[in-house]
């Protein structure tokens, strides 16, 4: 597996969840298989957590979002860049995951993950010009 995801990993080999920034084993110590759709067989697993990690994580998350709705839309699309920068840094080993998870072609996958990033720094941008002009953006607007 890709060294990138080292960190997100635990001894165990299953994948950590993500709750206030920070990587955590789930204290139920069980986990649970992503199976490949092709082959039958186990991809990842995954931390299966408690339902009161469930509850802190989104707890967190809606804190979150409060933070960033005061954070000013400049700084939020450069965010969006850097997301996008990362994801095209990262294309093949994240196009790999869409290949193993849900079998979706090599080719269409890497295709997928270029596209996303177009779409996160196209959003980026409309959002600062339309936001700017006080409209709001649609669905259709990519």
Known sequence: MAQIYS??????????????????ESSSGKVVANVN??????????????QGEVE???AAAK?????????????R???LHRVATIMREHA????????VEVAKPARDSLSEVI?????LEYTAEEGVRVLGEGKLLTSDSF
């Open 92 to 99: 093949q080993p994240i196009a790999d995951c869409l290949v």
């Open 7 to 24: 960190e997100i990993r635990a001894e165990s080999g299953a994948f950590k969840y993500l709750c206030n920034g920070q990587w955590r």
């Open 63 to 75: 804190a979150a979002q409060k933070e960033w709705a005061r954070t000013p839309l400049y700084k």
């Open 115 to 119: 596209r996303s990033a177009d779409l």
């Open 56 to 58: 802190e994580v989104f």
């Open 37 to 50: 759709p092709c082959t039958r067989e186990t991809a990842y697993t995954m931390q299966a957590c408690t």
């Open 77 to 79: 699309s450069q965010v």
